[in-house]
């Protein structure tokens, strides 16, 4: 039985003054250059949010960052980044970018290695979200019609939740756009012996 990982909260130092920056590292792995991995693409994605969130801008006027851990079990560990940043305006902006990893190799996972070679996994998902959409009565800001090959993506036990940034389908007022979607509805699709392999066989 894989047991969960150890996970320290950190918090960023010298930052300027209006900033809050923590983040999740990894810790007492026994594949030591697996826990660097993971240790250094949170950061490395933290980098990159921040720059993009405005960190190093004079126009800034408040950041705020932190992370939720969605899945830390089975070998899987599943993360959320989460950048809050204001520059004046209307409003802020909040980015969610989401990191999937083996704790015994280190390695990050892609959408599409979840998923059989071939398979045309973005079909399957953007057909449940289609129905999601409509149930939902969710407002869009056009027809909805796939999912990126890339799409953003965490697995939370016997689920993987497909989202969106803001704006990217929906109007801000909407928020993320969250799809829950139940392995069991992907089965014929995931990579055997992939992370939703793994977490599909205790359902």
Same mark, same amino acid.
């Given at each position: 039985?894989?047991?969960?990982?150890?996970?320290?909260?950190?918090?960023?130092?010298?930052? @300027?003054?209006?900033?809050?920056?923590?983040?999740?590292?990894?810790?007492?792995?026994?594949?030591?250059?697996?826990?660097? &991995?993971?240790?250094?693409?949170?950061?490395?994605?933290?980098? &990159?949010?921040?720059?993009?969130?405005?960190?190093?801008?004079?126009?800034?006027?408040?950041?705020?960052?932190?992370?939720?851990?969605?899945?830390?079990?089975?070998?899987?560990?599943?993360?959320?980044?989460?950048?809050?940043?204001?520059?004046?305006? *209307?409003?802020?902006?909040?980015?969610? &970018?989401?990191?999937?990893?083996?704790?015994?190799?280190?390695?990050?996972?892609?959408? *599409?290695?979840?998923?059989? @070679?071939?398979?045309?996994?973005?079909?399957?998902?953007?057909?449940?979200?289609?129905?999601?959409?409509?149930?939902?009565?969710?407002?869009?800001?056009?027809?909805?019609?796939?999912?990126?090959?890339?799409?953003?993506?965490?697995? *939370?036990?016997?689920?993987?939740?497909?989202?969106?940034?803001?704006?990217?389908?929906?109007?801000?007022?909407?928020?993320?756009?969250?799809? @829950?979607?139940?392995?069991?509805?992907?089965?014929?699709?995931?990579?055997?012996?992939?992370?939703?392999?793994?977490?599909? *066989?205790?359902?």
């Amino acid at each position: 039985m894989d047991f969960p990982v150890s996970i320290r909260t950190e918090k960023l130092k010298n930052t @300027p003054v209006q900033a809050t920056v923590y983040y999740p590292l990894v810790t007492d792995l026994e594949n030591k250059d697996a826990e660097l &991995k993971i240790n250094q693409a949170i950061v490395n994605l933290l980098n &990159k949010m921040l720059i993009d969130q405005n960190y190093y801008e004079p126009s800034l006027v408040e950041l705020i960052a932190n992370f939720e851990i969605k899945n830390n079990q089975r070998g899987i560990l599943s993360l959320n980044l989460i950048v809050y940043s204001f520059t004046g305006g *209307a409003h802020g902006m909040t980015v969610v &970018k989401s990191l999937t990893f083996d704790v015994k190799t280190g390695h990050s996972f892609t959408l *599409a290695e979840l998923f059989k @070679p071939g398979s045309n996994y973005i079909k399957e998902i953007s057909t449940i979200i289609t129905e999601d959409i409509k149930k939902w009565n969710v407002d869009l800001l056009n027809p909805f019609t796939e999912i990126r090959p890339d799409q953003d993506f965490y697995i *939370a036990d016997t689920s993987i939740v497909i989202y969106f940034q803001l704006y990217e389908i929906t109007p801000y007022y909407w928020g993320f756009p969250y799809f @829950p979607i139940a392995l069991l509805n992907l089965q014929n699709v995931i990579k055997q012996d992939g992370p939703l392999d793994k977490m599909m *066989a205790f359902t």
